[in-house]
């Protein structure tokens, strides 16, 4: 099975998708991509506590995430990978993994940052760093939970930019 | 479609509290699921009569519909809220659970489009006895102890 969700999320393992996502998905592994969570075994073996049985957990470095999401996208396991951040993706994208779509589902900036749905924000660097992912064909829906309401972020953009205004 | 048989509708569930605790509950299940459908909640103010509360009760199983079974879960076995809805039995089919904890909750929304009512509340049941953890014991040995300064 191909990778069935790939999320930016900045508090990666929470209920929203050890319970939500990965239960509504039937989901069979997660795979954190997080320099930080990767240094971190406390960090890891907290996340792993905090993953459903039957949920394997992976959670790996930038640098060594991307041979690993092609793989598991060609792998038997429903997947769910997990990004801090919109960076890791382009990382990911940038070192030939295959993300086609990913679920924006999670970012709360210490600055506040441009609202886009409830419980996602985005810093300007972040905003930036989205628009990369849009330009390299990615898709990108706003989705914090899964029955919940869910935009593209294209249209939400072009709406930010102002009534009338065309997309760019 | 044309000519299909509706699909019958998944199982409602009423949740019943001291409080604000079923209906935040149901908020907090929402934050973590998205929308519930057919869901309800109602809590039993502080100087609320039983009467009322029945009376929301039966309010809110006539919102829930006629036309499905129904699972309430009530708070604590033995209070009022429990009593109310058991008194509930003779008029309603209903399915009355005690012990309401989140897990529950959770487990009722993403289990209940599969299989009958019987099952969902086996592993509704389920869930919320899971869901009790002593956290210390389950994290020990993988989490630094504090430092003693």
Redesign the interface.
């Known amino acids: 099975m191909p990778v069935v969700l790939a999320r930016i999320d900045d508090r990666l393992v929470h ?2 998708v050890s ?2 996502w990965s ?2 998905l039937r989901a069979q592994r997660l795979l954190v991509v997080s320099d930080a969570a990767a240094r971190d075994p ?1 960090a890891c ?2 996340m792993e ?1 905090g993953t459903p049985e039957g949920l394997a957990f992976e959670c790996l470095p930038v640098s060594r995430a991307a041979r690993r999401y092609a793989d598991l996208d060609r792998g038997p396991d429903r997947t769910i990978v997990l990004g801090e951040s919109p960076s890791i993706y382009l990382a990911l994208a940038a070192a030939g993994a295959p993300v086609r779509e990913v679920n924006l589902g999670g970012l709360h900036p210490p600055t506040g940052g441009l609202r886009l749905a409830d419980g996602v924000a985005a810093s300007p660097k972040e905003i930036e760093d989205l628009r990369a992912l849009l330009a390299c064909g990615i898709r990108i829906e706003v989705r914090p ?5 869910a935009e593209d972020l294209e249209e939400i953009l072009a709406r930010l930019a102002g009534p009338g205004s065309a997309p760019a | 479609m044309n000519g299909a048989p509706p699909s019958p509708r998944p199982p409602g569930l009423l949740l019943v509290s001291h409080g604000e605790h079923a209906e935040s509950a149901l908020k907090s299940a ?7 459908e057919g869901a309800e909640a109602v809590g039993l103010p502080t100087d609320g009569s039983l009467e009322d509360l029945a009376g929301a009760v039966e309010r809110a199983l006539d919102r829930i519909g006629p036309d499905r079974p129904i699972l309430v879960l009530v708070d604590l076995f033995g209070g009022s809220c429990a009593n109310v809805a058991v008194r509930l039995l003779p008029k309603r089919p209903l399915r009355i659970v005690a012990g309401l904890n989140l ?1 529950m909750v ?1 487990e009722f ?2 289990r209940r489009s599969y299989g009958d009512i019987d099952s969902l509340v086996e592993k509704v049941l389920e869930a919320g006895r899971r869901a009790v953890i002593d956290v210390n014991a ?2 020990a040995g ?3 102890p504090p430092s003693t300064a």
């Open positions: 209920g929203q319970v939500g239960r509504y406390s073996a907290l506590m939970v899964p029955a919940g309401p | 929402r934050m973590i699921l998205g929308e519930i897990a959770v929304a993403l389950r994290v993988k989490v630094p």
